[in-house]
Nanobody, 123 residues
Framework: QVQLVESGGGLVQPGGSLRLSCVAS????????MHWYRQAPRKERELVATITAIGTTTYTDSVKGRFSISRNNGQNMVSLQMNSLKPEDTAVYYC?????????????????WGQGTQVTVSS
């Protein structure tokens, strides 16, 4: 079993910054892609950013140039630096990881989610 624990959410004024972190623990051989999703009230969950095992990153258009995803493979950690925050960034943010737990089966991955952390951008 794998657990993901997020931290770093909170209340921030428009234009401010926050840094989210997510640490994975448990039965981990290696982690492939890691993602940040968000879900605003009455909206569907959306993919915000992805980082591959070798560090390739992609972003949804609305956060390009403002958010930066990074990872520390040695600590099984993924972070999301969020700058120039806007009220429309308000949401619960979730990390997600694609984990290989058994080195005998490197193509067998499990998808795991964190519990979510609230980000509120408001004056």
């Amino acid at each position: 079993q794998v657990q993901l624990v997020e931290s770093g959410g909170g209340l921030v004024q428009p234009g401010g910054s926050l840094r989210l972190s997510c640490v994975a623990s448990g039965s981990i051989f290696t982690i492939n892609n890691m993602h940040w999703y968000r879900q605003a009230p009455r909206k569907e969950r959306e993919l915000v950013a992805t980082i591959t095992a070798i560090g390739t990153t992609t972003y949804t258009d609305s956060v390009k140039g403002r958010f930066s995803i990074s990872r520390n493979n040695g600590q099984n950690m993924v972070s999301l630096q969020m700058n120039s925050l806007k009220p429309e960034d308000t949401a619960v943010y979730y990390c997600n990881a694609n984990v290989v737990s058994d080195r005998r089966y490197p193509y067998r991955t499990g998808s795991y989610w964190g519990q979510g952390t609230q980000v509120t951008v408001s004056s």
